[in-house]
């Protein structure tokens, strides 16, 4: 059986952005992340799973590495999440940042990438 495994808006201080102001200050992101992941269904081992606390450190390691573009961020997210679990059968990754350097007020900017 597959499961849809989330991570929903995973706070975290970032240096990703175009301009030299967003690459030295940072920025606060929220990453989300679900995966396609089968299980063994009646088992109550971590092994039978994808453990979600891995999958934050994946995150966190990815998001560590500035890139100017957030589509970048997504995309090597999602490789990074694949190649260590190369079970996963499709996902989402969404990266947001919550106060970009725009000349409007808005919640947040933030690009989303399905596999």
Excluded: C
């Excluded at 999958?55 to 966190?60: G, Y």
Aim: aromatic share 6%.
């Amino acid at each position: 059986m597959k499961t849809t495994i989330e991570i929903t808006r995973l706070r975290l201080h970032a240096f990703h952005g175009v301009l030299e102001q967003e690459r030295r200050v940072g920025n606060d992101f929220e990453v989300s992340v679900t995966v396609g992941y089968p299980v063994v269904i009646g088992s109550d081992e971590l092994s039978a799973t994808l453990n979600y606390a891995e999958l934050i450190d994946v995150v966190k390691k990815v998001m560590a590495e500035p890139s100017a573009l957030l589509e970048h961020v997504a995309y090597r997210i999602s490789e990074a999440v694949t190649s260590r679990w190369p079970l996963i059968d499709g996902g989402m990754v969404r990266v947001a940042k919550l106060t970009p350097p725009v000349s409007s007020e808005v919640a947040e900017v933030a690009v989303t990438l399905n596999w």
